[in-house]
């Protein structure tokens, strides 16, 4: 029997690892972020699966290996709230890469179809029985332009998105695709030129707060942002200044710069702590949701599915799994698992 210990776990978290659960794995749900305090609950596990917000430094690595567990199992597709360079030699880590771009990619343009046509002011309003229509004009999306930083498998059906729209697409990737159909550009081309901008790309060291003052003075005068990837990927406070300012016309953020003690909590009865995320919530022209793009019925069930394929993939010797990660991901010249098959 594998038995895997499941933290910063939600009702359907449980409900979907359950519903895939094979025989051979044990799943112990705790509904706490696993942490240096309560890291004595991991004794007697073989792995752990974690989430966005648990925070797995060297100190929560050394708990792990002292305490016998061989993998950590991220049920999400990014990977930067891991010190994977610290985790080379002494324990692997798995992650969901693409548990449903579809998800994201839509919310996206939800938050932008939203921002646009003002449907969050129309619907507090119309249940207050206000029916005028006064300052909520939108712009028409046909012939906008549109950047979009990221073309992986998000970005890519985002784009699909919007040209369906009839939006002018502009793209940036350090990576370009050159099998997509689309336009690339620099990110100064993007933020020059652009009437809508939408972050699709994982948190590095090399785009923490990309989104930036400086960045913000090259745009053009009212640009709307979207955000569903990280929140790191912009300078929240330099962006409550750029919207004050007038300078960005909206902002739709899923995502936010310090989240991990803020979302998938109820803090209702709570006044916050974070000035900046309490003065954007004010912002009539800012909407901010709890991390939610990934939630959907398919993607629950992907992830649950991906994640216990890496768990019998790794702890029965049937493959290795091409979703562990590593230092030296994204760098295939010093690739250990493309000569080896396995990072170590």
């Known amino acids: 029997m594998i038995n895997i210990a499941v933290f910063d776990t939600k009702s359907y978290d449980k409900d979907s690892f359950e519903s895939f659960a094979p025989d051979n794995i044990k799943f112990k749900f705790f509904e706490s972020k696993l942490t240096a305090d309560n890291a004595s609950l991991i004794k007697g596990f073989d792995g752990v699966c974690v989430f966005v917000n648990d925070k797995i430094d060297n100190v929560i690595i050394d708990a792990l290996v002292a305490n016998g567990v061989k993998a950590i199992f991220l049920r999400c597709a990014g990977f930067n709230n891991v010190d994977v360079s610290y985790c080379f030699g002494k324990i692997h880590c798995f992650r969901v890469p693409a548990y449903s771009p579809y998800a994201v990619a839509e919310f996206a343009f939800a938050l932008l179809l939203t ?3 003002r449907i969050h002011k129309a619907f507090i309003r119309t249940r207050d029985y206000n029916f005028s229509l006064e300052g909520l004009t939108g712009s028409d999306l046909h012939g906008k332009t549109i950047g979009v930083v990221g073309t992986g498998k998000i970005g890519q059906v985002f784009i699909n998105i919007a040209k369906g729209f009839g939006m002018n697409v502009l793209a940036y990737d350090p990576y370009p695709n050159q099998n997509l159909d689309v336009k690339y550009a620099s990110l100064e081309e993007i933020y020059k030129e652009s009437d809508y901008i939408s972050l699709h790309c994982p948190l590095t060291e090399r785009n923490k707060f990309m989104i930036n003052k400086d960045s913000i003075k090259l745009m053009k005068k009212g640009v709307n942002i979207i955000n569903t990837s990280r ?9 409550l200044e750029g919207i004050k300012s007038r300078q960005i016309g909206s902002a739709g953020l899923d995502v936010y710069q310090e989240e ?8 209702s009865n709570h006044i916050l702590d974070d000035d900046i995320l309490s003065r954007l919530l004010g912002m009539p022209n800012v909407i901010i949701t709890s991390h939610q793009a990934f939630l959907t019925k398919e993607a629950l069930s992907n992830i649950a599915e991906t994640t216990i394929e890496n768990i019998n993939s790794f702890f029965n010797g049937i493959e290795l799994s091409a979703n562990e990660v590593c230092y030296h991901c994204g760098r295939e010249q010093n690739c250990r698992k493309s000569r080896n098959k396995k990072c170590f």
């Open 231 to 239: 929140g790191a990927l912009i300078n929240a406070e330099d962006l």
């Open 115 to 117: 921002l646009n046509r």
């Open 260 to 267: 991990t003690d803020i979302f998938f909590s109820d803090k």
